[in-house]
């Protein structure tokens, strides 16, 4: 079972979390929020998307590569990890 499905609850929480806190973005830009707090929102949200990011990029090296069964399987886990590591880095 991939480590995604185990943990769907918590993610799923986090991810309602990110969406919330982006809705506060809109609140504050729809009424006219000073920049400095619209920036502070914004700092908030990009920290905890990489929380989230960092949470299932670590999952996926120790199931998928740390763990995997077959050489194949982690030479695998490993090359899907760095293709996103590139996306990410972008």
Excluded: F, N, P
Aim: charged content about 35%; glycine content about 6%; aromatic content about 2%.
């Amino acid at each position: 079972m991939s480590h995604t499905v185990r943990q769907k609850e918590k993610l799923i929480a986090r991810v309602r979390r990110i969406r919330g806190q982006m809705e506060g973005i809109e609140r504050a830009l729809e009424a006219e929020a000073a920049c400095a707090e619209v920036l502070r929102q914004i700092a908030s949200v990009r920290g905890a998307m990489s929380g989230l990011t960092a949470e299932v990029m670590e999952d996926h090296l120790r199931q998928h590569v740390l763990a995997a069964e077959t050489d194949a399987a982690r030479r695998e886990g490993g090359e899907e990890l760095v293709d996103v590591i590139r996306t990410y880095m972008k």
